[in-house]
């Protein structure tokens, strides 16, 4: 489903201070920036400088992954890039409008893979708790997809606990919750969410519509790489199609990669027909991001 995917490489703890100084300044005035994915045009206007915020990692994880790119500046201006394939490096062809790019110093995002555990603090699926308000749309209900403990060291940058819910059976661009009561969110701009169900599930879903995974606890575990076994994982998207990352409606900025996963989950109980079949595991994946201070979360999915 995503492109990264059959990946080697010895694993290494890399702080944001050692790949600054490391692998980005050298005595000839050449530092590097590197970056997960593919699809990007390094011309330096706001749309480039939030994939490079967002998609930023360290040298070490550039090697691993099985698409990368290296961007190289002299004098602190562009002059060449490199894709790496599973660490194989390629020239890149850059245009006029991208030779020259400033450069500009950028923490690297932590990879954090989901790993099933016996139990923990977080978990995927599971009943909705009483206590927990699902959001109400007029046409179509909302499934529960987990907990995120800020216990977990990859989610320790959350305001708060985050239950997790969305509306998976529906063709829709970005669909935003505003969590200012964690556990009541209400929708924003329900005019994002397409009134019309997915391909296939026009005749299963109604306001009547239950589906309830199974609980799985995970833990986050730090890596340098993706694994081809893991059900998640946060820190970069890998993108099915071309990178979205949303623009909060409440703080009009970039909101935070929270975590992407394929689902992989067996499902407990439903009541529709077809229930081994639900969008982003039958063919794509879910990314979820979030932005703290508005307390705002982003739900997408691209299918492959």
Not at 90 to 109: W, Y
Not at 223 to 236: E, P
Not at 288 to 298: Q, T
């Amino acid at each position: 489903m995503s492109f990264w995917k059959k990946l080697s490489g010895k694993t290494k703890n890399e702080t944001a201070e050692d790949y600054i100084v490391q692998n980005q300044n050298t005595d000839d005035g050449i530092k590097r920036i590197f970056l997960g994915g593919w699809s990007a045009y390094f011309n330096g206007d706001e749309k480039c400088i939030n994939f490079l915020k967002a998609h930023a990692i360290n040298k070490e994880t550039a090697y691993n992954v099985s698409l990368a790119i290296e961007l190289i500046f002299k004098d602190d201006k562009l002059i060449e890039a490199n894709d790496l394939r599973k660490g194989v490096t390629q020239k890149r062809n850059l245009d006029s409008n991208q030779i020259g790019m400033k450069f500009m110093e950028i923490t690297p995002n932590q990879i954090f893979e989901f790993e099933r555990i016996d139990y923990s603090e977080s978990y995927y699926g599971g009943e909705c708790p009483d206590f927990f308000k699902m959001p109400e749309f007029e046409f179509v209900t909302f499934q529960y997809l987990g907990f995120l403990s800020k216990k977990d060291p990859a989610f320790n940058w959350l305001p708060f606990d985050l239950h997790l819910t969305t509306q998976i059976y529906l063709c829709y661009e970005p669909f935003f919750l505003d969590y200012s009561n964690p556990n009541s969110p209400t929708v924003i701009k329900p005019n994002y969410l397409n009134q019309s169900p997915v391909r296939g599930y026009a005749d299963y879903i109604n306001l009547n519509t239950e589906i309830v995974f199974e609980k799985t606890f995970f833990r986050t575990k730090k890596v340098n790489k993706y694994s081809v076994n893991t059900f998640g994982h946060t820190g970069v998207p890998a993108w099915t199609q071309s990178p979205e990352i949303p623009i909060c409606p409440k703080a009009n900025k970039p909101m935070k990669f929270l975590f992407q996963t394929c689902g992989l989950q067996k499902i407990k109980r439903a009541n529709i027909e077809n229930q081994d079949r639900y969008m982003y595991t039958d063919i794509g994946d879910i990314f979820v991001f979030f932005e703290p201070d508005s307390k705002v979360i982003c739900y997408l999915i691209q299918t492959t």
